[in-house]
């Protein structure tokens, strides 16, 4: 299942997507599933290391190793407690809302006063999470 989908189910499954026929097809999925959640941690680590390859390999050699045993964690702390996916799509939508709210055009061209930052990053927390319930129910009425 994407992760994005995670608010859109009715409950959590165990599940997940297509079961695997064969060892090399599981050791295969896993494989372009680890490569794909750690392309964007790589990315990171090389731009924090500007350059330097000490840091680039140290970063990589210590982040890959967290980011699939935190991932791991994750998952199951998700599946006994489904608040934590509310949680963490309102960090995505106040994430969201800082990124464009403190972005260099957004300050130029609007200065905006904190507490409008603020209300922004509240209003894309609450908004992610509203919208995917909206779209939850809709689902649900679709099917039935």
């Known amino acids: 299942m994407d992760r994005g989908e995670l608010l859109l189910q009715e409950e ?15 050791v295969w999925l896993i494989m372009v599933a680890d490569l794909t959640m750690s392309l964007d941690n790589v990315l990171a680590v090389a731009g924090a290391s500007k350059g330097h390859l000490g840091l680039l ?7 890959i190793p967290l980011v699939v045993a935190a991932s791991n964690l994750l998952s199951r702390l998700m ?9 963490g ?12 709210m403190t972005d260099r055009l957004t300050t130029t061209l609007l200065a905006p006063p904190v507490w409008l930052v ?6 894309l927390a609450a908004g992610v999470i509203g919208l995917a ?12």
């Open 12 to 26: 959590p499954s165990e599940a997940g997507g297509r079961p695997a026929g064969t060892l090399w097809q599981a």
């Open 57 to 63: 390999l140290f970063g990589l050699g210590l982040s």
């Open 79 to 87: 599946d006994r407690y489904p608040v934590i996916i509310y949680l």
């Open 89 to 100: 799509a309102a960090i995505l939508g106040k994430v969201g809302g800082e990124m464009i």
């Open 118 to 123: 603020y209300l922004i990053e509240a209003v």
């Open 133 to 144: 319930l909206a779209l939850r129910k809709r689902r649900i009425r679709s099917d039935r």
